[in-house]
């Protein structure tokens, strides 16, 4: 059975369409003073999916933490957490003395709470797999790029792929390298939270088709940046392709003031940009775990 809350209540049902299995609704009371109450169906199974994505985290790891703990409470042996955006990945060195490495306390605040953990595309640079982060039972990173290359044949013609960091040349290499397309990234220097300067790589851009192509849009102040250096050099178009849509306030009209032409992302978070669906690549990895 699939449990999940009613912000991710389509992309859970279509999960639990594919895989041929129930999908209930956590039920969620707000009191007046902010805390929540949820109610759990009743006889749960003794294999339990909880579907949700963790942008805008804080509540929402407060309401896992109720859910899974109730469902162990109802006597459910195996849990699984399906994240598509798993929240907290990118605070994952302290700078400054004090400073917290969420990866760290978060990620074993989820493993602590579930046996197996799907993710898609974790935010991790400095260790390489998933469970070094979120030490549970199982944990797994799909990668969406296959998805993403199959979105692209039929909505892009002949574009560079243009990654705006050296972070991301892994998910446009895995895109392009599939149809032979041509690929670059930029270089990237972060000034603040909203500030960053991208120099594009040393390429004839004029009348070229670009697709900007990273994981996460937050501020957009990367893609902005990357995509008004584009449009100095002279490109044809700038299309915008992502895998996690978090879209901070403002990110929006900063896309659309650098000249970016169509935003595209997969439905990990729920945004109105979502045109790729990872339903099929989640159902697949689950299928084998399900018993
Ligand atoms: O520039 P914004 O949109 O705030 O942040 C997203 C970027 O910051 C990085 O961590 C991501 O990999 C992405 O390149």
């Given at each position: 059975m699939i449990l999940c809350f009613d912000d991710y209540a389509e992309q859970a049902g279509e999960l639990a369409d594919a895989l041929a299995m129930p999908c209930k609704l956590v039920d969620r009371h707000r009191f007046p003073d902010g805390e929540v109450k949820l109610t759990l169906p009743v006889a749960l199974p003794a294999q339990v999916i909880i579907y949700r994505?963790?942008?805008?985290p804080n509540e929402k790891l407060v309401e896992l933490l109720l859910a899974a703990r109730a469902a162990r409470e109802q006597g459910v042996k195996e849990l699984i957490l399906v994240a598509p955006y798993l929240c907290y990945m990118r605070q994952d060195i302290a700078f400054n003395p004090g400073e917290v490495v969420s990866q760290r306390i978060i990620g074993r605040f989820i493993a602590d709470l579930f046996d197996t953990v799907l993710t898609v595309d974790p935010h991790l640079h400095r260790v390489h797999h998933l469970k070094q982060a979120v030490p549970a039972k199982r944990a797994l990173a799909l990668q969406a790029t296959p998805a993403m290359a199959a979105f692209l044949r039929t909505h892009a013609s002949n574009p560079i792929l243009l990654g705006p960091d050296s972070e991301s040349e892994q998910w446009v290499k895995a895109v392009a390298e599939p149809d032979g397309l041509r690929y670059a990234t930029c270089t990237k220097q972060r000034l603040g939270d909203r500030e960053v300067s991208i120099t594009l790589p040393d390429i004839d851009f004029r009348d070229q088709s670009v697709v900007l192509l990273d994981d996460i849009i937050s501020s957009g102040e990367t893609i902005a940046r990357a995509a008004v250096a584009c449009r100095e050099q002279g490109v044809a178009s700038v299309d915008v392709l992502v895998?996690?849509?978090?879209?901070?306030?403002?990110a929006e009209s900063l896309l659309k003031d650098a000249g970016v032409r169509h935003v595209w992302s997969t439905n990990s978070v729920r945004h109105k940009?979502?045109?790729?669906?990872?339903v099929a690549l989640l159902g697949d990895a689950l299928r084998s775990w399900l018993h």
């Open positions: 994505s963790l942008d805008h895998t996690h849509a978090l879209f901070a306030p403002g940009t979502n045109a790729v669906s990872l």
